[in-house]
């Protein structure tokens, strides 16, 4: 057994830390009364329950540093919570009430955008979307996107080394980071807030608490890059014959149009129908439906290039070729915010479906089309009544390889074989050198199948960065390792 999990634990959130840290905190920046703390311990996809005795809500980083020097005195563990959009039970304490939940929600001061550098300084409780119109106000561009957006924060998304729509231009969350400040395990500042686009010297820090899931310090600001802003973007929709098709078409539009492709997304017959079916204001994209679909953008920041003529380009030859059935360009901004509305509403159409079984997986872009297939005769196999929802970032060898409930079929009925599949599945990704967590993390819903999957050399790393970063096991205890 790890010596992690054997870690030494003081009494916890008693009722004279609770009182310590209101101290500290001051009117305001806490909550105790069940009802407000109510929303900050609801998990996201209702897999956990959650308990504390106090909220925290620190507005600075030094009152991050007393609450932090506190539990690591007394031995209680701490959960940073950003926006609480995550999907895998990591930003939410435990039922125990031993732990603290830690809120960077009042930590949203966007301290500098600094344009020659095309950096912007942000403290973590930062909203996604305000980094966004922050960078558009400075006529830059941040281009981290993802469909909560509008509520998930920038500490959550670095902490998760978030991905979304983008990644394959602009690259994952870590891609996108020049410095960090961190709250460490013993209520230190790691003061990181470099602007630097070279920098060796020693080891890379930062990138360890990037992806980290709160198990290493707590992010409380961060220097992101901006980007020019493009100033011609071009949305499509095509049906495909085949998810070869899809793959193929990618390889077109790279030799095609290279780096200006932004988004390409991939989304099968049932992600385009469920949220034509359940969620407003989403219209059908095209005439007839189809078992496969690509949703792609390319864009560029000069005016006078030719994007749309090479688009053009490579659809005519998909035509010709079979690949392509059908297909439509957006032609105005709406066109295009219609295409966005009906990609980012499949999440909210398969909850309102119905119970779901998800998996966040990604493999080689080459072994997609080999992936859903013999996912889909796994399925066929172990549960042949589940809807298959399969959409996700094909640029990126993401999918999210979702089964929804069917109609008449009852929630135990549909979750009952839902460890076998899981199983099978993630057999199936590692035959693939895939990876069973592809832009969600590990929290605590997928640490067996870190166990299984990273076991040896790999996870004992990871563990002894956890033993000499947070030697009390107070960051986020029984998350990923
Ligand atoms: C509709 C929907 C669509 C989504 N699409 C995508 C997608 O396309 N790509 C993607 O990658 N994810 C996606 N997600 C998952 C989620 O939005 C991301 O993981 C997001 O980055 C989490 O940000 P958050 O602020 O909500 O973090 P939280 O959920 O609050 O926290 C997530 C983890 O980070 C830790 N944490 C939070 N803040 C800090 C901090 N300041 N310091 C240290 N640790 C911290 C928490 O302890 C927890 O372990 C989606 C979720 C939803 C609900």
């Not at 008693?14 to 407000?36: F, I, N, R, S």
């Not at 949220?275 to 219209?283: A, G």
């Amino acid at each position: 057994m790890s010596k992690l999990l054997n870690s030494r634990r003081k009494p916890g959130l008693c009722t004279t830390v609770v009182e310590q840290l209101k101290t500290v905190l001051g009117d305001g920046a806490y909550l105790t009364a069940p009802e407000d703390m109510s929303p900050y311990l609801t998990d996201r996809r209702g897999l956990f329950a959650a308990r504390t005795a106090l909220v925290a809500r620190p507005g600075s980083t030094e009152q991050v540093c007393e609450v932090v020097k506190i539990c690591a005195e007394t031995g209680v563990g701490i959960v940073p919570q950003g926006g609480n959009t995550g999907l895998v039970g990591g930003s939410v304490p435990d039922d125990s009430g031993a732990e603290l939940l830690l809120s960077l929600s009042r930590m949203n001061a966007v301290r500098e955008v600094d344009r020659l550098n095309s950096t912007a300084t942000v403290e973590a409780g930062c909203i996604l979307a305000d980094v966004q119109r922050v960078a558009e106000e400075a006529g830059l561009l941040f281009p981290l996107s993802l469909a909560a957006e509008g509520s998930c924060q920038i500490g959550g998304n670095l902490a998760t080394n978030a991905g979304g729509t983008a990644v394959l231009r602009y690259g994952n969350a870590r891609d996108l980071v020049l410095g960090l400040e961190v709250v460490t395990a013993s209520g230190e500042v790691w003061n990181g807030l470099r602007r630097l686009r070279k920098d060796n010297t020693g080891y890379d820090l930062k990138q360890l608490f990037l992806g980290s899931e709160g198990t290493l310090g707590v992010i409380t600001a961060a220097v992101v890059k901006l980007f020019p802003r493009p100033k011609q973007v071009h949305a499509a929709f095509l049906a495909l014959s085949s998810v070869d098709a899809a793959t193929d078409l990618l390889m077109s539009c790279y030799e095609a149009v290279g780096e200006a492709l932004s988004t390409f997304e991939y989304l099968d017959h049932t992600s385009v129908e469920l949220p034509l079916r359940y969620v407003p204001d989403t219209r059908r994209p095209l005439a007839k439906t189809y078992d496969h679909y690509v949703f792609l953008e390319i864009g560029s920041t000069r005016e006078d290039d030719d994007l749309s003529e090479r688009l053009e380009t490579i659809l005519e030859a998909g035509y010709e070729s079979g690949e392509i059935l059908d297909a439509t360009i957006a032609q105005t901004g709406a066109q295009r915010d219609a295409l966005w509305r009906l990609r980012e509403a499949i999440p909210e159409a398969t909850r309102t479906a119905g119970a779901g079984i998800k998996h966040d997986v990604s493999v080689p872009v080459s072994r997609v089309p080999e992936f859903l297939q013999s996912a889909g005769e796994i399925v066929r196999r172990l549960h042949p009544d589940a809807l298959i929802v399969s959409f996700g970032h094909l640029g990126d060898g993401n999918i999210h390889y979702n089964l929804t409930q069917p109609d008449g079929v009852s929630v135990e009925d549909f979750l009952a074989p839902e460890a076998a599949l899981r199983e099978a599945i993630y057999e199936l990704v590692a035959s693939l050198d895939g990876s069973f967590s592809a832009e969600h993390g590990i929290g605590r819903l997928k640490r067996d199948a870190l166990e299984r999957y990273r076991a040896g050399t790999e996870i004992e790393m990871m563990r002894a960065l956890k033993r000499a970063l947070d030697p009390d096991n107070i960051l986020n205890p029984g998350r990923v390792v």
